[in-house]
């Protein structure tokens, strides 16, 4: 099951919009060529003026530091809670897909895991994954938290160490969390970055210049996906996510980082929808924080989770919540490939 909007008609995967103005008769059926559409010649009593636009389509890969704001952009810029968001940095494990589409462009999403110097396995997954997004992007948003006040250093460098190459990307610099600034500190920054953009994912302000200026860079090209889908994503996918969000906020110091989240069960032919959801953990005592006293925490996890994810898939559901331990996930490739993370290869990186 592909996620898709919900309560909206719908739109063609490409147009190609024709305008034709006349002062007299009903026009003859256009001749279509390719994605073009051309009208024949008119007589002189006629007055035709013609139109033709061209739709732009293509990946979009929003990049940044841990905590820069990138799932909370991203959900902002698609209207719908998809990524994970939570003050406790690396909380985006795998790229997250969002499409965005309006009559005549159609941006495909990457929310990317932070960029870091990975330390195990899991965190080797993560780079592997924000690396390959940027590499495929038509176009780049390097997010910087402007809170911070950080230089913003070269993206590829942050990614591939020094020395790196460059990406094929178009890169626009994006400092994000201006609405925790002062106005002076704002003036400032806006002086010294001027061809970036300034933005709060949190109240929105400058994201419609964003979008404006993400689909200017965008290639010319039909749609590349049905235009009432949200992501390429299964069903699935944000559901675990919805999960391990709602651990997340219950959790506190290493646990949360310690979880992983498992669907064993998806079951959409009755009502209420039946999920079975495994949350792993990598040691007993971390299994007994989670289930909490009687049973308190994880019943907590679960009904905060419900209400996440019944407004996603469009009824009730029965969510069937589990605690297991998987020893030493986050470092044993075997188990890694188990819970759905891509190892890089060695070899290419």
Avoid at 47 to 54: A, E, F, K, P, Y
């Amino acid at each position: 099951m592909v996620l898709r909007l919900r309560d909206r008609g719908r739109v063609g995967r490409r147009r190609h919009l024709l305008v034709l103005l006349r002062t007299a008769h009903k026009t003859p059926a256009p001749q279509r060529l390719g994605f073009c559409a051309f009208y024949p010649v008119f007589p002189d009593h006629l007055t035709t003026r013609l139109l033709l636009m061209t739709t732009r389509a293509g990946f979009v890969t929003v990049a940044g530091r841990p905590n820069a704001g990138k799932s909370t952009l991203l959900n902002r810029l698609v209207g719908q809670h998809l990524a994970i968001t939570s003050p406790k940095p690396q909380s985006t494990r795998d790229r997250v897909v969002g499409i965005i589409s309006d009559d005549d462009s159609q941006i495909i999403l990457f929310d990317t895991p932070g960029l870091l110097e990975p330390r195990y396995e899991l965190q080797r997954s993560m780079h592997g994954a924000a690396r390959k997004a940027l590499e495929e992007a038509d176009v780049i948003v390097h997010l910087i938290d402007a809170s911070e006040g950080l230089q913003p250093e070269h993206l590829a460098t942050a990614v591939n160490g020094n020395g790196a190459r460059d990406f094929r990307a178009p890169i626009i610099l994006v400092f994000n969390k201006v609405d925790a600034l002062t106005p002076e500190r704002l003036t400032a920054l806006r002086v010294e970055f001027p061809e970036a953009a300034m933005i709060s994912a949190k109240t929105g302000e400058g994201i419609k210049f964003l979008l404006k200026t993400v689909r200017k860079m965008l290639p010319e090209s039909p749609f590349l996906y049905d235009a009432e889908d949200v992501s390429t994503q299964q069903m699935r996918f944000f559901v675990a996510e919805m999960v391990r969000e709602c651990a997340l906020e219950q959790l506190d110091d290493e646990v949360p980082y310690s979880v992983a989240c498992e669907i064993e069960e998806f079951r959409e032919t009755g009502t209420p929808v039946y999920i079975r959801a495994v949350l792993h953990v990598e040691r007993d005592s971390q299994k007994q924080i989670l289930i909490g006293a009687g049973g308190a925490r994880i019943k907590a996890i679960g009904k905060d989770a419900r209400r996440k994810i019944e407004p996603l898939v469009g009824g009730p559901v029965y969510l069937d919540l589990w605690v297991k331990v998987l020893s030493n996930w986050r470092r044993n490739p075997n188990s890694l490939r188990r819970l759905g993370y891509d190892l890089p290869d060695e070899r290419k990186s």
